[in-house]
């Protein structure tokens, strides 16, 4: 996550260029002729130099690598949805998926558990060998 000194300063950037569009519709509203052309041109430079920062990417400003956002999401938001929606999308198929992994691995727990008793029975001599495997796994004695 980005330092709070770099928020802040995108926070104020992104301030400076509200107001520099808020002065600059004002402006345009009071167009009074020519006498009010220098004072447009001094906003728009104005502007001009407030946005410059946001443009540049995080590693030119501050030295720090920009925070990857994944294609899907840019996508996403161009298609004018909300990311929070992608978000929570994201995360219900992550606890979907893992349910059927905690599901898969059951089944191999149970699986390991009934192979392990029919070795026992069928090969009797291999009973030692079977029960450090059940203590390797965490399986304790029983069956």
Request: proline letters at 7%; aromatic letters at 6%; a negative charge.
């Amino acid at each position: 996550m980005a330092p709070i000194s770099k928020i802040d300063d995108l926070e104020k950037n992104i301030q400076e260029v509200i107001q520099d569009l808020y002065e600059l519709s004002v402006a345009t509203y009071a167009y009074a002729g020519p006498e009010t052309t220098a004072a447009l041109s001094t906003k728009i430079k104005n502007l001009s130099s407030h946005l410059l920062p946001l443009s540049q990417p995080l590693t030119s400003q501050h030295g720090a690598s920009p925070i990857p956002i994944p294609p899907e999401v840019i996508e996403y938001v161009e298609a004018g949805r909300n990311p929070d929606i992608y978000t929570r999308e994201f995360v219900e198929t992550v606890q979907r998926s893992g349910a059927h992994l905690a599901g898969k691995a059951g089944a191999f727990d149970a699986f390991g558990r009934v192979l392990a008793g029919e070795i026992e029975t069928a090969k009797p001599e291999l009973e030692g060998e079977v029960r450090r495997v059940r203590e390797g796994v965490g399986w304790g004695e029983g069956r």
